[in-house]
Antibody, heavy 125, light 106 residues
Framework: QVQLVESGGGVVQPGRSLRLSCAAS????????MHWVRQAPGKGLEWVAV????????YYVDSVKGRVTISRDNSRNRVYLQMNSLRGEDTAVYYC??????????????????WGKGTTVTVSS | SYELTQPPSVSVSPGQTASITCSGD??????VCWYQQKPGQSPVLVIY???MRPSGIPERFSGSNSGNTATLTIRGTQAMDEADYYC?????????FGGGTKLTVL
């Protein structure tokens, strides 16, 4: 079955960096786009970033642009989120999410279908 | 920037029909997903592409999307359906989530 296991979270001081990792199994990783979505304590879901199956395309939410980089290693079935210049508002549970797609008449529709259990990032001095 | 608006809470009696709305400008021109999140758990996809149910999701869950409003409908609501529900759509290569709706079954 599809499994996504996040790691790398922890307590970090403002301004420091952290690298999250997500180990994927149970599906064709190299054919799937991968996302990171976060959820601040007691708050709703916020999409952070996505990377296409081949790593060519990546998109970010405005609030993290320039500070966060998504990457992947298809040989290791892993996706990463490098977070720099961390702020208090980055405190959240970070979920790794697998993509799936529907072929349309023109192009594809992509949706997030399976979520990991998340890893917690706390930014605090 | 694009926004999706959901009511903060919806209440329903067991066995009745619950409707959760998600509003956005010309939302009917986009595809909508719905996610269910129970306390302490990760979100679970319950509807994608407006109306499609992933395998394993009960038939009592259905979705629709037209005009400026998408709706998640749960028929014969059960106690186990009590959860937070989030709608999601894409806008200019950015995934947008609604603020979430807490469904209470009482």
């Amino acid at each position: 079955q599809v499994q996504l296991v996040e790691s790398g979270g922890g307590v970090v001081q403002p301004g420091r960096s952290l690298r999250l990792s997500c180990a994927a199994s149970g599906f064709s990783f190299s054919n799937s786009g991968m996302h990171w979505v976060r959820q601040a304590p007691g708050k709703g879901l916020e999409w952070v970033a996505v990377m296409s199956y081949d790593g060519r395309n990546k998109y970010y939410v405005d609030s993290v642009k320039g500070r966060v980089t998504i990457s992947r290693d298809n040989s290791r079935n892993r996706v990463y989120l490098q977070m720099n210049s961390l702020r208090g508002e980055d405190t959240a549970v970070y979920y790794c999410v697998k993509d799936d797609e529907v072929k349309l008449r023109r192009g594809y529709y992509y949706y997030m279908d399976v979520w990991g259990k998340g890893t917690t990032v706390t930014v605090s001095s | 920037s694009y926004e999706l608006t959901q009511p903060p809470s919806v209440s329903v009696s067991p066995g009745q029909t619950a409707s959760i709305t998600c509003s956005g400008d010309k939302l009917g021109d986009k595809y909508v997903c719905w996610y269910q999140q129970k306390p302490g758990q990760s979100p679970v996809l319950v509807i994608y592409q407006d109306t499609m149910r992933p395998s394993g999701i009960p038939e009592r869950f259905s979705g629709s999307n037209s005009g400026n409003t998408a709706t998640l409908t749960i028929r014969g609501t059960q106690a186990m359906d009590e959860a937070d529900y989030y709608c999601q759509a894409w806008d200019s290569s950015t995934a947008i989530f609604g603020g979430g709706t807490k469904l209470t079954v009482l």
